[in-house]
């Protein structure tokens, strides 16, 4: 049997990289979606901190409109940073997805690398024993016709 191809270890290289490259991005979109939920965190806290400023002052017609403008944009605001916090977390999910795939062809390509080489070694190691009888049974017949 010939050696198996050196494309093999090729292919896993570049497996290795694809797996390397999907940790990579995963670990960007889950630092994008940990910002993400501080963004809206802190969005929540300044309309809490809102509510309770409102609770504790006497306003006036002017201050309450002014107010409630503030409150509508922090309401636009967040509804903006949930829909940015839902396709962070779909990303996530795909990443994680791409991830587990790439870790799959990691490990089939390597199976299959490692299953060639040790069909090779074996069939290596069956011929040298078939040498090695081979040289056994010649000195034999040498010994035996002395």
């Known amino acids: 049997m010939k050696r198996p191809p050196r494309i093999l270890d090729t292919l896993v290289y570049i497996r290795k990289l694809r797996e390397e490259r999907a940790r990579e991005r995963l ?15 802190t969005v929540r806290d300044t309309r809490s901190s809102l509510y309770e400023e409102l609770r504790q002052k006497d306003l006036s017609g002017g201050d309450l409109r002014l107010l409630g403008e503030g409150m509508e944009g ?7 940073l ?6 962070r977390s779909s990303e996530m999910e795909s990443l994680k997805t791409e991830l587990r795939r790439a870790y799959q062809e990691r490990r089939v390509s390597e199976r299959l690398r490692e299953r060639l080489w040790w069909r090779y070694r074996r069939e290596e190691e069956r011929v040298f024993y078939r040498e090695l009888d081979d040289l056994t049974l010649m000195r034999e017949s040498r010994s035996r016709r002395r």
């Open 82 to 87: 949930e829909e940015k916090l839902k396709a």
């Open 27 to 41: 670990a960007a979109a889950l630092k994008a979606l940990e910002e993400a939920r501080r963004d809206l965190q």
């Open 74 to 80: 922090l309401f636009r605001e967040t509804f903006r």
